[in-house]
């Protein structure tokens, strides 16, 4: 009976319209009235700041910071202009050149949201310019950013390793194969479509351009190989790896750049202490529903009736799946991974799942959910953009959806996609 109270104070806080963060802990807050132990309450407090204060999480603020130096540092048209030069020659080129763009700024901010601002404020009059309709352009900024979710840096990821206990390293490894698997398939789409529709102009490869291009772009690229050779190579932890990117983003935006003064640093910092705080708050509110869930005994109930009704943890990977994107299509990801890690993990262990393979699972599938209706935060960031309608975007999304779902089906049939880079480079 309190189970159903607890799942009704929860449902009616999202249906008014409050924040996750504040139905959590709201519901967490009535467990111990419902329970006539409101001594107890101050477990709220302890619980959510316990959820905050953990070394890996460092990473986040840190990740979140070096993400908008790069941002503000003029990384961005670099990485755009190195993809064209790659993809000029083919129909629809700027289709193909937004995607792997956003992949590769995503492997330096590694948030959806920005590499949709970031790359897409780029792209969108461009494409508009060369006959690409508003609303496809719009569709193809929206599913493009948040391959910054899988390829690391990802907070998804670091968030997923700090909920589950599986190795922070690892995580970040293990979102290489799908971001490339979901940036290849968005491709082959996009050319398919170019060449239909006979969108925007093609001129022949140059390899002088590219090289100019690529000398431009080489101290983005640079980031990433700090972050994954210096974990790789055994220099620093993932953490570490944050603190680094911080200082090497400063210097390409302040010394090599010159696009960021010291007057712009108070108003970068404020910008990423906001939505640092935004997510741990986030965190801190699931750490305290998730006691709460815990004292109760729901995720051992759950993992009792999983087992006695989904008999294969094929059968249970692909429930999970469904239950993935729905929850990614409702909620924040990192709350969405702090709210269900700790239902689903007990069922993953007991199935013999590798928790590295799930947990790769888990943040596809919910980056998946940036560009699903109704929250869909990367389709409004790309309608906004490329001035097309939220509905328009939905539409021209579709064909997107139906490809991000084949990729899907691949990393259940193939998890070597996602498994194979972390433990050969770091077991």
Not at 91 to 103: D, V
Not at 188 to 193: D, K
Not at 260 to 286: D, E, Y
Request: aromatic share 10%.
């Amino acid at each position: 009976m309190l189970t159903a109270w607890l799942l009704a104070i929860l449902a009616i806080s999202i249906a008014v319209g409050a924040p996750i963060a504040v139905s959590l802990g709201l519901t967490a807050v009535g467990y111990f009235l419902l329970k006539g132990q409101a001594s107890f309450l101050f477990l709220v407090a302890q619980r959510l700041f316990a959820g905050c204060n953990s070394f890996e999480l460092i990473a986040i603020p840190l990740f979140v910071l070096s993400g908008d130096l790069m941002l503000d540092g003029a990384i961005s048209k670099a990485l755009v202009d190195l993809a064209k030069s790659m993809f000029g020659w083919v129909r629809g080129n700027l289709a193909l050149t937004t995607t792997l763009g956003s992949m590769l700024f995503g492997a330096v901010s590694g948030s959806g949201p920005a590499t949709a601002s970031a790359i897409g404020s780029i792209v969108a009059e461009p494409m508009a310019e060369e006959g690409y309709p508003r609303a496809y352009t719009s569709a193809v900024i929206a599913a493009s950013s948040p391959l910054g979710s899988l390829i690391p840096p990802s907070i998804l990821m670091v968030v997923y390793g700090a909920a589950s206990g599986a190795s922070i390293a690892k995580m970040l490894m293990s979102g290489i194969g799908p971001g490339i698997l979901f940036g290849v398939l968005f491709m082959v789409y996009e050319i398919h479509v170019g060449r239909r529709a006979q969108y925007g102009s093609v001129s022949p490869f140059s390899l002088s351009q590219f090289l100019v291009a690529l000398r431009k772009g080489v101290w983005a690229l640079i980031a990433p190989v700090i972050i994954l050779g210096g974990i790789y190579s055994g220099i620093f932890t993932p953490t570490e790896a944050a603190a680094v990117t911080v200082f090497y983003s400063l210097f390409v935006g302040m010394v090599v750049n010159r696009t960021i003064k010291l007057k712009n640093l108070p108003s970068i910092l404020l910008r990423s202490g906001v939505t640092s705080g935004a997510i741990l708050f986030v965190l801190g509110t699931v750490a305290a529903f998730g006691y709460v869930i815990t004292r109760e005994g729901i995720p051992q109930q759950l993992t009792i009736a999983a087992t006695s009704i989904i008999k294969t943890p094929i059968m249970f990977l692909i429930v999970s799946q469904v239950i993935l994107v729905v929850a990614g299509m409702l909620m924040n990801g990192s709350a969405a991974i702090m709210l269900l890690v700790p239902l689903f993990l007990p069922t993953v262990r007991q199935y013999g799942i590798d928790p590295v393979y799930f947990g790769g699972l888990m943040v596809a599938n919910l980056s998946i959910g940036m560009y699903t209706p109704p929250v869909a935060v990367t389709s409004y960031v790309a309608s906004r953009i490329a001035g097309a309608s939220f509905d328009e975007t939905n539409r021209a999304l579709v064909p997107f959806l139906v490809v991000s779902f084949i990729a899907i089906v691949i990393l259940l049939l193939v998890p070597g996609i996602i498994t194979f880079l972390p433990h050969y480079l770091l077991d």
